[in-house]
């Protein structure tokens, strides 16, 4: 399952996902993993949050980012939850880029595996590839 939280930038979306991350921590009997740009939520987040720096393995587009979520989900089936923070500040502002890796993203994890991204950006600015995977 795919779901975004939008909004502007200093809006609250950061904060939203650190809670989800630690709720996910409490009711999961799996891995959770935070993806993020920079180690900037380490201190926020459970100590047994799995932290995946995008910088540290070069993921700049859409494509490798991609990769590395297929790879950590084939590589471990006990991951439940990957929450990601600030997608367009790793992979650029390509919105239609965006909606087909939600699109390839979805396909990996069917019911089994939650992942939640969140995006600087108004939902009503978001094309439906995007916006079609809104929490609210």
Excluded: Q
Aim: proline share 2%; charged share 25%; aromatic share 8%.
């Amino acid at each position: 399952m795919v779901r975004i939280i939008t909004g502007a930038k200093g809006s609250g979306k950061t904060k939203i996902l650190v809670d989800l991350i630690n709720e996910a921590v409490k009711a999961t009997d799996g891995y959770v993993v935070c993806v993020d740009k920079g180690l900037h939520l380490r201190y926020d987040i459970k100590p047994s949050v799995r932290l995946v720096d995008t910088e540290t393995w070069k993921i700049f587009s859409f494509e490798a980012f991609y990769g590395l979520i297929a790879g950590m989900l084939a590589g471990n089936y006990d991951i439940t939850d990957v929450f990601v923070d600030g997608i367009l500040k790793v992979c650029g502002a390509d919105y239609e880029g965006l909606g087909a890796m939600l699109a390839k993203v979805e396909h990996l994890t069917g019911e089994s595996v939650s992942i939640v991204f969140t995006i600087s950006a108004p939902l009503d600015e978001l094309p439906e590839s995007v916006a079609k995977y809104d929490a609210h």
